[in-house]
């Protein structure tokens, strides 16, 4: 992929607002994910490099806290490249964003 930091903000907002994807999917990307057993994913992960984040793991999102709100997000990385986008659902709009306002609690 070849974005810009602008795009990749544009594309950050575009989805969090629900304009890519229906509110229920959103919510489901940024919810913690369970294993088949019934475990969360971070229970299921072995060979962890020590500097990783943690966190838990949605559809495609890194769920994590940050000074006490919820961050979401996703990062990766090829040879010499590294990227990660991430936002707190509790700075947006709730009129905006289906992670914000009623119905977000499940994801939390």
């Known amino acids: 992929m ?6 990749l903000i544009k594309w950050n907002d575009a ?17 913690p994910a369970h294993l088949a057993d019934g475990r969360l994913t971070s ?23 940050l000074d006490g709100h919820r961050e979401i997000g996703h990062e990766g990385d090829i040879f010499g490249f590294n990227a990660a986008l991430y936002a707190l659902p509790s700075s947006l709009s709730p009129h905006r964003s289906p992670l914000t306002g009623t119905g977000s609690s499940s994801a939390q």
Do not use: C, W
Not at 2 to 7: G, L, T, V, Y
Not at 15 to 31: E, H, K, Y
Not at 43 to 65: C, K, L, V, W
């Open 43 to 65: 229970q299921g992960r072995f060979n962890t490099d020590p500097t990783d984040p943690g966190g838990e793991y949605g559809y495609a999102m890194r769920i994590h806290s």
């Open 2 to 7: 070849r974005s810009s930091a602008r795009d």
């Open 15 to 31: 989805l969090l607002r629900g304009d890519v994807l229906t509110s229920a999917s959103i919510l489901q990307m940024a919810t």
